[in-house]
Every structure is written in C-alpha cells, then in structure tokens.
C-alpha cells in the first residue's frame, strides 16, 4: 500500500509550548489529509480535514487556534498544537487519502505528552 | 443512532475458530466501506476493501448488504497474530467524502 510518515513519532514538551507534527505522503499525492487523535482505549476521533491549498474543516469541538493545519503541498500536512496542555497529551495520527480508491492510509502516528 | 455501530466485544476465539463482525451505518449514501487492523498503540492499517460483490483475501472475507446496510468480515482459521482491534469505515465518495470510523471490535485469539 502507499506509504505515509509522520514526525516526529514520540515528543515530549512543557505546558505552553507548542508542537508541529508532520504527515507526509511518500509515494503518492494526497489532496486530502486527514488529522485524528485517539486517547488510550478509545476510538479514533477525526479532527480536521485538511485540502492542500485551502483552510482546513474542522471537526465540532475542535479548536482551530489551537490545532493549526497547513496543507501547503500535495505530499506535506503539518499540525502545530500551540500553548499545549497536559489534556492535549495523546496519539496523534494522520492520514492520506488515496483519491481513486478512497483509501486512507496512515501515518505511524504521534505521541505527545505534555508535562 | 451513531452512524457507524460496531459491537466493541471482545471476541474471545481460540486458534482456529472462525469469527464474524458486523459493522452497521445509517447513511444510505455512503459508497466506499473498509476494514482496518489497529494493533495496540499502533496506527491503523487497511485490511481490505469491500465491494459491493464481496471481497476474499485468504482468511479474510469481507460482505456488503446494502439492503440492511451492513458489511461484514469473516475470518477463518484464526490466528494468534489476529488478536487486534477491527474498525469499520465508511464514506460518501466524490467532494463529499468524510470517512466515519467505527469504534472498533476488539478481537482476542487464543491459543
């Protein structure tokens, strides 16, 4: 299947600082990127959408000043946690859209934690 | 009514059994199902797709009943290494599509 990296894969910070994670796509285009977050034991929960070129959707809940996604590429997502907090400590995991099958493939994912 | 129900299990089979998931969605128009893999603390992988005239790869079968929408998975000769979580996803496709992720079967091969 198509391959997608993520990093960095593990990041530790300090409260208030922030993070920029990023998703590539590596052997194939992606116009649409897809960012989630899953907590231990739970399921996945979608985030946002992110379109290469244009502002990201926004999943209800989710705070854009707070999550920043930037689509510049067809091949790069990155999303900045800014001011983090201990509570935005979890798993989080990108994926790419393989636009004629609507495949998603993911990254490895991120784990944060904020101290 | 959640758009896409799994029942979370789980699924305690011994090796060899054969096991099946249902995975049910409430939107008629969705158009494009999957089932990933998702190891412990491991992102999820794409097991397979489903099509609407089924889908087989090895021990895996994979069903879609648009009539009572559903898909299902099936999975003979279970394997220690199958022990995983099991999600079911599902989208509209075209402009509109948003995957929607069940949460998940929780399956456990025993030996």
């Known amino acids: 299947g198509a391959v997608v990296s993520q990093h960095p894969s593990r990041v530790i910070c300090k409260s208030g600082t922030s993070v920029k994670i990023e998703c590539r796509s590596l052997?194939?285009?992606?116009?649409?990127m897809f960012w989630y977050r899953q907590f231990p034991k739970k399921s996945l929960m979608l985030m946002a959408t992110?379109?290469?070129?244009?502002?990201?959707?926004?999943e209800q809940g989710v705070e854009k000043d707070k999550f920043l996604i930037n689509h510049a590429s067809l091949t790069l997502s990155t999303l900045t946690v800014t001011s983090a907090h201990p509570e935005d400590s979890s798993f989080y995991i990108c994926?790419?859209?393989?636009?004629?099958?609507?495949?998603?493939?993911f990254g490895p994912g991120t784990r944060l934690t904020v101290l | 009514r959640k758009e896409v129900e799994q029942d979370p299990g789980p699924f305690n089979v011994p090796e060899g059994a054969t096991v099946a998931f249902n995975c049910t969605y409430s939107?008629?128009?969705?158009?494009?199902f999957f089932w990933y893999r998702q190891d412990c603390r491991k992102e999820p992988k794409l097991l397979m797709s489903?099509?609407?005239s089924g889908n087989e790869d090895g021990r895996f079968t994979a069903q879609l009943n648009r009539a009572s929408q559903y898909i299902s998975l099936l999975i003979r000769d279970s394997k220690l290494s199958d022990s995983a979580t099991y999600l079911c996803?599902?989208?509209?496709?075209?402009?509109?599509?948003?995957?929607?992720f069940g949460r998940g079967t929780s399956l456990i091969v025993h030996p």
């Open positions: 489903v099509y609407s």
């Open positions: 992110s379109n290469e070129g244009s502002k990201a959707t926004y």
């Open positions: 996803v599902v989208s509209q496709s075209g402009g509109s599509y948003i995957p929607t």
């Open positions: 994926s790419a859209r393989l636009t004629l099958y609507n495949e998603q493939f």
């Open positions: 939107n008629s128009a969705s158009q494009s």
């Open positions: 052997d194939f285009q992606a116009t649409t």
